[in-house]
């Protein structure tokens, strides 16, 4: 059965899905943009669990395009999963690790057995990843995924990213 992607407009905090796909950075303990919304209205279960995981397996952080779940705290969802993008760089190509992000996020629900995850933009914000080129690596990266999730949302924070992910999804 193949995945259905669509995409949202919106706030990934208020997205009704079995999981929502947290941009972490590798600390697992909060930041900005994404995570930082997620943790503060996911409120502090979420941040617990994330020093947990710290304390017993990722000491030295979540490596880059890996994932792992939690709870999902507060929010309408019933996990969170954390996956970790790259930064982008004009010198080195790193479109596996972001299009890994997708695929271990997927592996991760999977494990859950969800059959609803949102998605924000990886790696598009402070960590610099053209718009564009992101959204054509995460929507080839979910294509192609040997997934039992029946629908994988997007959600995107503006118009352009909006517009970048339509382009995408055919």
Same mark, same amino acid.
């Given at each position: 059965?193949?995945?259905?992607?669509?995409?949202?407009?919106?706030?990934?905090?208020?997205?009704?899905?079995?999981?929502?796909?947290?941009?972490?950075?590798?600390?697992?303990?909060?930041?900005?943009?994404?995570?930082?919304?997620?943790?503060?209205?996911?409120?502090?279960?979420?941040?617990?669990?994330?020093?947990?995981?710290?304390? $017993?397996?990722?000491?030295?952080?979540?490596?880059?395009?890996? $994932?792992?779940?939690?709870?999902?705290?507060?929010?309408?969802?019933?996990?969170?999963?954390?996956?970790?993008?790259?930064?982008?760089?004009?010198?080195?190509?790193?479109?596996?690790?972001?299009?890994?992000?997708?695929?271990?996020?997927?592996?991760?629900?999977?494990?859950?057995? $969800?059959?609803?995850?949102?998605?924000?933009?990886?790696?598009?914000?402070?960590?610099?990843?053209?718009?564009?080129?992101? $959204?054509?690596?995460?929507?080839?990266?979910?294509?192609?995924?040997?997934?039992?999730?029946?629908?994988?949302?997007?959600?995107?924070?503006?118009?352009?990213?909006?517009?970048?992910?339509?382009?995408?999804?055919?």
């Amino acid at each position: 059965m193949a995945t259905t992607i669509t995409l949202v407009q919106g706030d990934i905090t208020e997205q009704h899905v079995d999981v929502i796909v947290n941009a972490a950075n590798s600390s697992l303990l909060g930041g900005g943009g994404v995570d930082g919304a997620i943790h503060r209205k996911g409120g502090p279960d979420i941040l617990a669990a994330c020093r947990e995981l710290r304390a $017993a397996q990722y000491g030295k952080g979540l490596p880059t395009g890996r $994932a792992v779940a939690t709870t999902a705290g507060r929010l309408p969802a019933r996990w969170v999963i954390h996956t970790v993008g790259p930064v982008w760089s004009a010198s080195e190509d790193r479109s596996e690790l972001l299009a890994s992000c997708h695929r271990e996020s997927l592996r991760v629900a999977d494990e859950l057995g $969800a059959k609803t995850v949102a998605i924000p933009a990886i790696s598009t914000g402070i960590y610099g990843w053209p718009m564009e080129d992101a $959204a054509r690596i995460a929507v080839e990266a979910v294509q192609q995924a040997e997934t039992r999730v029946e629908e994988v949302r997007f959600v995107l924070f503006d118009e352009r990213a909006y517009e970048a992910f339509a382009a995408q999804v055919r």
